[in-house]
């Protein structure tokens, strides 16, 4: 068996062929974790996970890029979903009803966190930019403790923000699509976080990371539709290409392709209680 824990057969990209993809993946012992990153997405993750007794599960969040929509001129990706980035307000009762009502299929808070590439050009807006994403991230984290989940965490251009907020909280979780460097990655380390492996890798050298990084401190993951490994040329991204990520792994430490999907699955199961 593998887990990829993060991806997003909850966006547009798989609104046409959702069936075949589940098909194609559950007959590879893929079982997914769909991360939501907003109230529509999160809530679309909970009723796929629904729909299935085992393999497929959920997180809910709120994404950086949306908790301070008011500082950015962006548009939602449209394999995303068919909306404008807006400020969206985080209603923290109204994701816990999410929770509440999953069937147990909530697995994480995610995903969230800071994101600092979009970002405003005068210094004033920087300013409460990153204070309305350090806020919003803050309360999810609240939320987390209060559930007694684990959290998946984005972080783009700011790990040293994030580094500094995770000291003074007692959770425990993933750094998804990780690019930091090997002092943050230890950081991370340091406080029980995980560090979350995908197709980046193949356009993003972390490999001095992932060949010092214990094999119990590794997740998978695909980030599907984004973030295609190479080895699939164009094409969308979807859950069995994680064989890729594995592989590359797995060379990296001089293992074997078992070695790696098995630790990373068990690290999963361990980590989001599944």
Not at 7 to 19: I, Q, V
Not at 134 to 141: A, D, G, R, Y
Not at 178 to 207: H, P, R, S, V, W
Not at 241 to 266: N, P, R, Y
Request: hydrophobic share 40%; glycine share 4%.
């Amino acid at each position: 068996m593998i887990i990829d824990t993060h991806s997003h057969l909850n966006f547009n990209a798989y609104k046409k062929d959702f069936d075949e993809v589940i098909k194609r993946t559950i007959t590879e012992n893929i079982w997914v974790i769909n991360v939501g990153t907003k109230f529509e997405t999160s809530e679309q993750a909970v009723n796929l996970a629904k729909m299935h007794n085992e393999g497929i599960y959920a997180a809910i969040g709120l994404h950086p890029i949306y908790a301070a929509a008011e500082f950015q001129k962006i548009r939602t990706d449209p394999d995303e979903g068919d909306f404008l980035i807006k400020e969206e307000f985080f209603d923290s009762e109204k994701y816990k009803k999410l929770v509440l009502n999953s069937n147990q299929r909530v697995v994480a808070i995610g995903e969230i966190g800071l994101d600092y590439y979009y970002k405003p050009k005068t210094s004033a807006k920087l300013k409460q930019f990153k204070e309305k994403q350090k806020q919003v991230f803050l309360q999810q984290l609240e939320l987390a403790k209060e559930l007694n989940l684990p959290v998946i965490l984005h972080c783009r251009m700011a790990h040293d923000d994030v580094i500094e907020i995770l000291k003074t909280q007692k959770l425990t979780g993933v750094i998804h699509c990780f690019t930091g460097t090997q002092e943050q990655a230890q950081k991370y380390m340091d406080m029980g976080f995980y560090l979350g492996i995908n197709g980046i890798i193949f356009k993003f050298n972390i490999d001095e990371v992932i060949k010092n990084a214990p094999l119990n401190k590794l997740l998978v993951e695909t980030d599907c539709p984004y973030l295609t490994p190479i080895q699939e040329g164009s094409k969308r991204n979807e859950p069995i290409f994680i064989k890729h990520t594995i592989q590359k792994i797995a060379e990296l430490k001089g293992i074997s392709f078992k070695e790696v999907a098995d630790a990373t699955t068990q690290n999963a199961k361990k980590l989001f209680r599944i």
